[in-house]
């Protein structure tokens, strides 16, 4: 499985910014308290990106408001989630 790392020349600026609507993801990315497996596991590539000199944003947006990445997310995850309307 190739991954974005893999992707990007050495001589490219390596920024990535991740924009979510989850306030409660990013608060328990900075908590180093919380050791749920998927945190864990996001900061852990986090890490080892960084020490690749990747600068790596994590970013709070409004959801439902259009933006177009966001809904399309949204769309993807009811259609893994089996069509399933949890809301």
């Avoid at 944003?57 to 995850?77: C, M, Q």
Wanted: net charge positive.
């Amino acid at each position: 499985m190739l991954t974005i790392k893999e992707h990007v020349a050495d001589n490219v600026p390596r920024e990535i910014k991740i924009h979510t609507d989850s306030k409660i993801t990013l608060q328990s990315i900075k908590n180093p308290k919380n050791h749920k497996h998927l945190i864990d596991e996001i900061r852990k590539t986090a890490i080892s990106m960084e020490k690749q000199n990747w600068h790596i944003t994590f970013t709070w947006i409004r959801a439902h408001v259009g933006h177009y990445g966001n809904e399309l997310a949204d769309k993807l995850a009811k259609e893994a989630a089996g069509g399933y309307n949890f809301l």
